[in-house]
């Protein structure tokens, strides 16, 4: 990532800019204290690289559609990340579950 990378989450107001503002934010969200496990599958939206996650909860059988990361890749680091909600999954042609 690249010093001034920015993370939005539209439809939602916050803005995290910086590298250390994402890492605190990425540490909080996957740190020992979150429980469960994640999965990641690479793909593509708005012609851009994107992550689509999952989360397997304790207790459950299957990882279910978490969130899609849009990455915007600049010099070769990661510049801004928007974030979106699983309700958009379908338009991807992604799984609510793995």
């Known amino acids: ?3 001034d990378v920015r993370v939005t989450m539209p439809p939602y107001p916050w803005l995290y800019e910086g590298l250390a503002a ?3 934010l990425v540490v909080q969200a996957t740190g020992a204290e979150a429980p469960g496990q994640w ?3 690479a793909t593509r939206a ?3 690289p994107a992550a689509a996650r999952y989360l397997l909860e304790p207790g ?3 990882y279910r559609a978490f969130k899609l990361d849009v990455l915007r890749v600049q ?3 990661i510049a801004e990340i928007t974030t979106l909600g699983v309700r958009l999954f379908p338009a991807f042609g992604l799984s609510p579950t793995l």
Do not use: H, I, L, P
């Open 1 to 3: 990532m690249g010093d």
């Open 22 to 24: 994402v890492v605190s």
């Open 39 to 41: 999965r990641f599958v």
């Open 46 to 48: 708005n012609r851009r």
């Open 60 to 62: 459950d059988t299957v």
């Open 75 to 77: 010099e070769g680091a």
